[in-house]
């Protein structure tokens, strides 16, 4: 039991390590963004800024009597709808150009063998699994990444050949003799980059020069 606890601290640190190491270059290409999206959110929060500020001071001129209750009112709608507006620059420039990045990086029969060779090496270098298993995507040719891997690589794997799966992007190794599989997914990197970039983004996006 004990083995097999020292086995999963292996395969989470395993883990950990190669999703740093796929999280450098995406967060690269986060930064890129980031600076595009800027210049076009600064100009649309702007607008939108603008169009509040007119219509606070439209309302006080009308009803100035219930001025404190009508600001407090509009300010809070105010505020709601640029939430509104700040949701939907995230979604289309940060979810949308983050799965289009991940899909095409992690589709690549280069990038796949090399997390292969990079994930099986770590496996090796532990001591953790011998009989082993690897599923790439159906869109991506299996022949293409054998022949990128080199042959010691291939020994190790079960039919000397990966195996096409049902994933978007990037791999899933199966330990076999240990009933458990390491996950190096598109999905699973996407949804950890998310948590760890989203924070950042939506500070550098919506940073205006008044703040």
Do not use: W
Not at 157 to 169: E, M
Request: with cysteine.
């Amino acid at each position: 039991m004990k083995t097999f606890e020292n086995d999963q601290d292996k395969i989470q640190q395993i883990c950990n390590a190669l999703r740093q190491q796929t999280l450098e270059p995406a967060q690269l290409e986060a930064e890129r963004l980031i600076e595009e999206a800027k210049k076009h959110a600064e100009e649309i929060i702007r607008q939108g800024k603008l169009q509040s500020e007119s219509m606070i001071a439209e309302a006080k001129c009308v009803i100035e009597q219930e001025r404190s209750v009508f600001n407090s009112s509009l300010s809070q709608a105010s505020k709601q709808s640029l939430e509104a507006l700040y949701q939907i620059i995230e979604k289309s420039l940060f979810n949308d150009s983050l799965d289009v990045y991940l899909t095409a990086e992690m589709t690549d029969p280069k990038v796949i063998a090399n997390l292969i060779t990079a994930m099986i090496g770590a496996i090796e270098k532990e001591g953790i699994a011998k009989d082993l298993s690897v599923i790439i995507p159906q869109v991506v040719s299996p022949d293409k990444v054998n022949d990128l891997l080199l042959s010691h690589i291939l020994r190790k794997l079960k039919d000397q050949t990966v195996q096409v799966g049902p994933i978007a992007g990037g791999i899933q190794i199966k330990l076999i003799d240990k009933k458990m599989t390491l996950d190096m997914t598109k999905e699973s990197v996407e949804d950890f980059l998310k948590v760890y970039l989203r924070k950042d983004f939506r500070e550098k996006l919506f940073r205006t020069k008044d703040s």
